[in-house]
């Protein structure tokens, strides 16, 4: 099956400090989206991605396909940023594959 | 109106009980799933079902049963319970299987004694 890294595994940033998450898998997919699991173990949906670029506030992302990557842009980082970033991959008839996630400490 | 719906939040049960967890969906989507997050945050597929037919059911014991009553229902049901078991119990939707829309419920704390 495919596999998912992440990296770095954890982060630890200044507050107003810009980051870059990575994922890579092994395969080609269907789709790929990031989740952002606040430190109350919600789990939110942030973009939609199987490939090009997106921009949600201070938050984008990049999706190179072809590559076999993605990107988590966060800048000007704030507190309730904090979290685990989790990226997840699909194929046609296939489930969803989470990588194990960056962890995000966002400093005051 | 919440989403995606569980039941109960947190639950507290003894060795060879059995349990179940519900989950609600009214974004009127397609697919549904559950997930097992263990104590060092590793998220796992467990099941999916698209429109109430299960469409891959991954390695899990037999002691796990998905039943969906609907396509807005799903349901877990844990038979004889262990230890192992332990763990956040997520739901989740999509608006078809690639994930469209995806959206977790907020999880369901289960704890083993």
């Known amino acids: 099956g495919i596999q998912v890294e992440q990296s770095p595994p954890d982060l630890i940033l200044q507050e107003g400090a810009n980051s870059t998450l990575r994922c890579n898998f092994s395969?080609?997919?269907?789709?790929l989206q990031w989740f952002h699991q606040n430190p109350w173990g919600q789990l939110i949906n942030l973009f939609y991605?199987?490939?090009g670029t997106k921009q949600n506030g201070r938050l984008s992302a990049t999706t190179v396909a072809t590559e076999r990557y993605s990107l988590l842009y966060i800048s000007s980082s704030q507190t309730t940023d904090s979290g685990v970033y989790f990226c997840?991959?699909?194929?046609?008839?296939?489930?969803?594959?989470f990588g194990p996630g960056t962890r995000l400490s966002v400093l005051p | 109106d919440t989403a995606v719906s569980q039941t109960p939040k947190y639950l507290v049960t003894q060795m060879g009980n059995d349990k179940s967890i519900k989950c609600e969906q009214n974004?009127?989507?397609?697919?549904m799933y559950w997930y097992k997050q263990d104590s060092k945050k590793f998220l796992k597929i467990m099941f999916s079902?698209?429109?109430?037919?299960?469409?891959i059911n991954e390695t899990v014991p037999n002691r796990f049963s998905p039943k969906s009553p609907d396509k807005a229902h799903l349901n877990l049901h844990i038979n004889s319970l262990e230890l192992g078991d332990s763990a956040v119990y997520f739901c989740?939707?999509?608006?078809?299987?690639?994930?469209?829309?995806?959206?977790f419920g907020s999880g369901t704390r289960l704890t083993v004694v």
């Open positions: 989740a939707s999509s608006q078809d299987y690639v994930g469209y829309g995806y959206t």
């Open positions: 395969d080609s997919v269907n789709n």
């Open positions: 991605i199987p490939s």
């Open positions: 997840a991959v699909v194929n046609y008839g296939q489930n969803f594959v």
């Open positions: 974004l009127g989507h397609d697919t």
């Open positions: 079902y698209n429109n109430k037919e299960l469409i």
